[in-house]
């Protein structure tokens, strides 16, 4: 059988591992592609780095490789969003496969770039763009084919659950933990897309689009990062017995989907909550399978290199299909107010008495029900709450820690405004949300 | 387009559950498949039983079915071995693509039954056959397809895992656990094929095959069940930092494959460690995508209708495509005496003095080395070590219990029968395995 013929855009770190996969594992790929996969072109818009080509044709022309009608499929991973996105269209139109690892794209166009896909007979493969090294996209489009799906949830933002895990584990402060994330290059120099919960709201569009016929709808995705929490939140948490984890998490509701990325309280025996360091894993209710667990490196050179060239396999072998959502009804994502959660709440108050009774009767008066409180008393506390000190106008004060049963976000936002406008209430209330993780939601 | 026809031999759980996973999710099925699949005959040995089979024709004659042209699959789904194997073959030799969750059959017929389907160009689908709602089968063969796989590390038989964690977290004895699962329905009145490993080698034969080109070779499996357990080693074994799994372990080596079922100690803190009750669990390492973890529900009803549909779907949308074993290559599986591992030791001795220092003799002249030993005097020990009495033929005994570092099998048999023959040795010893997972097994 005649070889697939790839052409790669972009020759970084991504890149240059899918040469090395294809290269170290080629007899075993040529078998099960049933065929060879060769790569014929490179293309970087920066010079010719020092990497072995072999007899690849390169060059600096990426739209020229994208156009081209001497590759079977192109491989996207020059990343960024404009060019990128140019080059998959141009690619697509031509009726040329494409592979990209490029989660923005995806995220932001993928609406338009199925159907360009569709129109143009051409696979358009994502599996790398999505949680590095773990299979999610074609578990759920291919595993799960014949489940409805419920819930997902997931640690999806391998930076995030690595600074995490260093301030659970050894206590650093969110700045010394980011520190070190980016001292071992788990981080980049400008950390916000992954701290703010960017790249993880990217893929929980992804995520979402595919598992509940939402459409690609980043802009509809409530997200939230890491950079506010603080080590006692993380403190607190334990001693209630959950751990913090930043999750990506999307539910079926009867009235529209759920879809938010933020911090979450996850109950500490949850296996959510032992996937440490630069672990990603996704966790999938469905009606028929029940819950599935995906786990794996979320980044890396090889990790998503695999994922790339998997794509690559399923294209040579025929055996790409692109998910079908369901057109008919799409869905849309509510508003984070919409929502119901349990809540976490760190509320910095003066240390004088009666100021739990007060805010525990403005919960009261809207039906929130504490599940748990810490209240400690001032001198035992204070030491160790210095990073909150700031927060405050006045030193004697107290963190007030409430765990709350299940409520509407509408309700605890309204809630939180009248505790904030207590006069005891020296600082910025902290509310993370809590996850449960029901074994049946259906 | 044409729907899919299938016909189900078969009408038990599973079958059942099939059947409502269809009807349940119909619009979703037959949107993603790209055609409708409809059962148009279910066949079962048995009397018609109070199934609605709606439009669908059924008989007794469960051969017929399987030869008939009317249908485009075969699901087999009878159970036990003799007739389902003839189903099989049957319908693969008529050109019918099959869906199968019988791990005997494939674990024990797979070298004749893959080349089968391949000559009448049929599908054969086993999903279902290993770890019921996992898609262990579409990962090893789909989405690690550019990998080269080093090990595998499976808990694979939910019925071990049930007891053990009864076993672990409650304190039971393995008969009183054994009770619990059957009245719960985990185990079968006969459990022997659970917790003697049988089941867990036939999924471990399957896995090996997929991953390593072993070929369908269950007769080489090293296989060990978990009815000599006590509760004692699970308690020793906490002690040490570790918990006791039944695990299926494959892994490459320069010179043939590893392939072994059997308890195993696997740190407290490792993933495997933490998955409970009747859940499955496979760890997979490979070269480029590192480790990836699969978890899911390992039986029931409706996980493993999941599979066997997913595994109709693919046929439907003509993606299924079958395992490619290399044949230029077949591996051969390892004897147990050529494995290396580190080893748990409980030694029932008599309690007087120089006898731990004997059996560390005997250990160091074999160049095994001591990890960590736990001797408590016999005071203290016996109340909790009542189970063990019945070994020991005097009861001024007390069990020494050694960790050692790793060692090849055949020098630890050596040692282990210099130890037994020790006259302070008064009971047999237990002797478990211990996995640590090298992050790098290249």
């Keep these: 059988m005649e070889p697939l013929k790839v052409g790669i855009c972009g020759l970084g770190t991504v890149a240059q591992g899918v040469l090395k ?246 109950p500490n025996n949850h296996l959510l909550a032992n996937i440490d360091g630069a672990m990603n894993a996704v966790l999938v209710n469905s009606n028929a399978a029940g819950d599935t667990l995906y786990s794996g490196a979320g980044a890396g050179q090889l990790p998503t290199a695999s994922a790339v060239v998997a794509d690559l396999v399923d294209v040579a072998r025929g055996t790409a299909r692109l998910p079908v959502p369901n057109s008919d009804a799409q869905t849309s994502i509510l508003p984070i107010e919409a929502i119901t959660s349990a809540y976490y709440l760190r509320i910095p108050s003066l240390d004088r008495p009666g100021v739990f009774a007060r805010v525990a009767t403005i919960l009261s008066e809207r039906n929130i029900s504490i599940e748990a409180a810490i209240q400690r008393e001032q001198a035992r506390v204070q030491p160790r709450m210095s990073s909150d000190v700031g927060n405050a106008s006045d030193k004697a004060w107290v963190p007030i820690v409430i765990l709350t049963h299940t409520v509407r976000e509408l309700v605890m936002n309204d809630a939180l405004e009248a505790v904030q406008a207590l006069p005891d209430v020296v600082g910025d209330i902290m509310r993370i949300r809590v996850e449960h993780f029901p074994a049946a939601s259906a």
């Design 21 to 266: 996969v294809l290269a170290g594992n080629r007899a075993g790929i040529t078998r099960r592609a049933g065929r060879e996969i060769r790569v014929v072109a490179v293309a970087s818009r920066r010079a010719k780095p020092e990497v072995d080509l072999g007899d690849c044709v390169f060059s600096t022309d990426v739209r020229a490789l994208a156009a081209s009608d001497d590759i079977d499929v192109l491989v996207e991973l020059i990343g960024g969003e404009d060019t990128a996105l140019e080059l998959v269209q141009t690619a697509l139109a031509n009726g040329t496969a494409v592979v990209t690892g490029n989660k923005a794209v995806i995220a932001l166009h993928g609406n338009e770039l199925l159907p360009l896909a569709v129109a143009h007979h051409a696979h358009l493969g994502f599996e790398a763009a999505v949680a590095g090294s773990i299979p999610i996209i074609a578990n759920l489009t291919h595993s799960l084919v014949a489940d409805e799906l419920q819930w997902l949830a997931g640690i999806i933002n391998g930076t995030s659950n690595f600074i995490l895990s260093a301030m659970c584990e050894r206590g650093e402060s969110f700045a010394d933990a980011l520190t070190q994330a980016q001292t071992l290059g788990y981080a980049e120099a400008d950390p916000s897309f992954d701290v703010e919960g960017i790249d993880a709201a990217h893929k929980l569009t992804i995520l979402t689009a595919l598992a509940f016929d939402t459409g690609f709808n980043f802009g509809d995705i409530y997200t939230e990062g890491i950079s506010r929490l603080t080590v006692e939140d993380i403190e607190y948490a334990r001693q209630l017995g959950y751990r913090i984890k930043h999750l990506g998490l999307a539910r079926r509701r009867s009235d529209g989907i759920e879809a938010r990325v933020h911090p979450t309280l996850v």
